[in-house]
């Protein structure tokens, strides 16, 4: 999993590499959340482009008018995806009723709405920042409704 602050968070939990466990989902959902909303490259790229994001829906579709400059530069490139996809697990999970983040086996963040599908955001988060597509706010829009 590419989440680059993980490395303080293993060091404060005596890991040394390697996914978060899923047991940490189930001690502490909120603090779960919290770690995976930080998605600070994507917030640092958004506010230099003039883009507040404030775990919004409307925040989505500032991000997909964004001009991908990233797409230039391959190293940047998966980093910026798996933000993009955390920040839209977490604004699913603030804004969607039912919706949570679940952990699976191999430590990949999903997100579970509340009739039990499972969404791979940072998959989509990676597939907008490389392609535009699907778009984060069509995508929001989408799982909004099941």
Known sequence: ??????????????QSHGAVPPEVADRD???LA???AECEL??????SAGVAL??????????DQLQPRWRDDPELLPWLGNDAGLYLGTVVVR???GAGWWLRQDGQ?????AGGREIDVVEAGQAWAAEGAPELSQLYAELAEI
Do not use: C
């Open 1 to 14: 999993m590419n989440i680059p602050f993980l490395d303080g968070w293993r060091k404060r939990h005596g």
């Open 34 to 36: 919290e770690l995976l």
């Open 95 to 97: 804004t969607v009723r």
């Open 109 to 113: 963040p999903v997100v579970r709405l």
């Open 42 to 47: 994507l917030r640092a790229q958004a506010k």
């Open 54 to 63: 404030d775990d919004a829906p409307s925040s989505l579709e500032a991000l």
């Open 29 to 31: 959902p909120e603090g």
